[in-house]
């Protein structure tokens, strides 16, 4: 399979150059690999680096168009990150902590309004019991019966 506008050179079994079509270094790849890949770019071939880079700008503008829908920015994120102390608002652990990359923004279902930011596993925690109060209390008694056994 030949890329439009991408010089193919063929060199290995099953491998193939390709140059990147952002800084134009040539580089190997696999073939089912540019097969799969090439229809889904366009074609078009991105080394390591240039892939890396795309990667954090686009991880940024996820954030962002992530925050829109809550109608927050970026720096009210990060004071509301800031006043919780980066700390999950339920388990008190910071993302790092728990492996994650970044905490979520947790919202009522109901009316929209921004809640604070948590962890994932307690933003489940909370989806799972509806966001009811009681089902909460439910657990917690439910727990706290069968703490000795």
């Given at each position: ?18 140059t ?29 680096e ?35 102390n ?12 728990l ?7 947790d ?43």
């Amino acid at each position: 399979m030949r890329a439009m506008g991408a010089t193919v050179y063929r060199r290995r079994k099953g491998r193939v150059t390709v140059t990147c079509a952002e800084c134009g270094v040539a580089f190997e790849t696999i073939r089912s690999q540019m097969e799969r890949r090439g229809s889904v770019f366009n074609n078009k071939f991105h080394s390591r680096e240039c892939w890396k880079a795309w990667r954090i700008k686009s991880r940024q503008s996820r954030l962002n168009k992530h925050l829109q829908r809550y109608g927050m920015t970026e720096a009210t994120f990060q004071a509301l990150l800031q006043a919780q102390n980066g700390v999950c608002g339920i388990c008190q652990n910071s993302a790092a902590d728990l492996g994650q990359h970044r905490l979520v923004v947790d919202h009522d279902h109901a009316t929209g309004r921004v809640r604070g930011l948590l962890c994932r596993i307690c933003n489940l925690g909370l989806e799972r019991f509806k966001d009811d109060p009681t089902l909460l209390i439910s657990a917690i008694k439910y727990l706290g019966h069968h703490a000795g056994t």
